[in-house]
């Protein structure tokens, strides 16, 4: 079957609207309990319990994130429903500026929180780590929202770079559960957790359809890759500099706004 064939047939199985919505619903609720488990102790928590103490732009950060995983899955109710013209005004016009927000304000909230805590001691190995963890994350959403924009037309692949682009964001809540377990047990934990939204919706593709889609297996490859970040760059030479020089010159620009 040539690429062209196959995209069509993906076209008309991915256009079935069964029982699509349900799964992107419940993936989405899948990835908000991730979400809220991992910032249960440093947000949540604290914040039913009345004891937060957090800057206003933390509050934003998660009000902006939680829209995007309620406006993930209503895409694709809007696509199921055969309502292509709204869900694609709704994507041209407000989806893809608020993905630009939300990596501005990742951007942002990445420095206001990781460099007041370095001390005193101003030592490269404090920061070099998250600061590597946040801006990866930021980084591979920025490419897996570009190539979901770039196949807008083309749904059976755009959507998979939007499955694929919100759950590169799973990293960072599921980082503080696996810091609760440590190493090297906690490694494994990040691994399964931050990629099991892809998990199950390859799963999906698996039972839909007979077989996954590419863009699975791609996407798969380059969170993966972007996890193992930690091992070859965390500590490196190249990055500590880049670290010192991102906190000594970035973060003064950033705080004058904040």
Partial sequence: MDTQTSERVDSIRD???IVDSYFYIGLALFMIVIAIIGFWNNYFGPFFFGSLDAHWLIHVHVVVFGAWLV???GQAIL???DEINFHQQIGSYFG?????LLLILGFIVTFAVIAPGIGEEHEVKNYAVPLIASLGDL???AILLAAAILYRKKPAIHKRFM???TASLMEAPVARIAREVGMPEGFLVLVLVS???VFIAMGYDRWKQGRIHKIYWIGLGFLFFKLTRFIWAAESDWWLASSEWLIENIYPIINSII
């Fill in 96 to 100: 893809i500026l608020w993905g630009i």
């Fill in 195 to 197: 990629l099991s939204p």
């Fill in 15 to 17: 256009s079935q609207p």
């Fill in 163 to 165: 499955v694929l682009a």
């Fill in 71 to 73: 406006l993930f899955p």
């Fill in 79 to 81: 696509a199921s429903k």
């Fill in 139 to 141: 980084l591979a959403f």
